[in-house]
């Protein structure tokens, strides 16, 4: 079965740090670019971050630029994403998502279920 | 920067009725044009790529349309299911990051 799914998530003070995870399975997970999107309680989606299927790119929305990294490990099928400095506008559920494929490789065609990040004091 | 506009906010029909919502782009997307649908406490569902494509095991009642800056997703006869909040979304070669409208929500 192809899915992703998220951990991670949690409460966090402001100005402290956490690492998301996004477990992929069912899919060659190395062939695809990675995103990481949120959606504070709410919302819209929003998006934040992408790593090529290489592991070699990144790219960041600016307002979690210098304070998120993402990356993955394509030997245990994983992205990550580590968050510092967090803010009370950090507070959102992080879904990871997939490139699609061909023709869709703009949009994400698979998505995981979603982790809930609260920054609070 | 590109921003996605979509229109109405809030669409109110009932099952049976045609949907038929709007996304503009601020400058040229091509038909780099996808839609999703997303219901409450769930993840966004990949509905319309390519602007007019339909994802795997998408119902033949959604449709996509549109180029350049203009595009409509259109529902042809709503079923209860079909309420919900729908996206469009824009994402490049480069930069690589990707654009989200601020929905519509579709309700009966």
């Known amino acids: 079965q192809v899915r992703l799914v998220e951990s991670g998530g949690g409460v966090v003070q402001p100005g402290r740090s956490l690492r998301l995870s996004c477990a992929a399975s069912?899919?060659?997970?190395?062939?695809?670019?990675m995103h990481w999107v949120r959606q504070a309680p709410g919302k819209g989606l929003e998006w934040v971050a992408v790593v090529s299927s290489d592991g070699n790119t990144q790219y960041y929305e600016d307002s979690v630029k210098g304070r998120f990294t993402i990356s993955r490990d394509n030997y245990k099928n994983m992205l990550y994403l580590e968050m510092s400095g967090l803010r009370a506008e950090d507070t959102a559920v992080y879904y990871c998502a997939k490139e699609g494929f061909a023709a869709a490789v703009y949009a994400f065609d698979l998505w995981g279920q979603g982790t809930m990040l609260t920054v609070s004091s | 920067e590109i921003v996605l506009t979509q229109s109405p906010a809030t669409l109110s029909l009932s099952p049976g009725e045609r949907a038929t919502l709007s996304c503009r782009a601020s400058q040229s997307v091509r038909s780099n044009l996808a839609w999703y649908q997303q219901k409450p406490g769930q993840a966004p569902r990949l509905l319309i790529y390519d602007a007019s494509k339909r994802a795997t095991g998408i119902a033949a009642r959604f449709s996509g349309s549109g180029s350049g800056t203009d595009f409509t997703l259109t529902v042809s006869s709503l079923e209860p299911e079909d309420f919900a909040v729908y996206y469009c979304q824009h994402r490049g070669h480069w930069p690589p990051g990707a654009t989200f409208g601020q929905g519509t929500k579709l309700e009966i």
């Open positions: 069912g899919l060659t997970f190395s062939s695809y670019g």
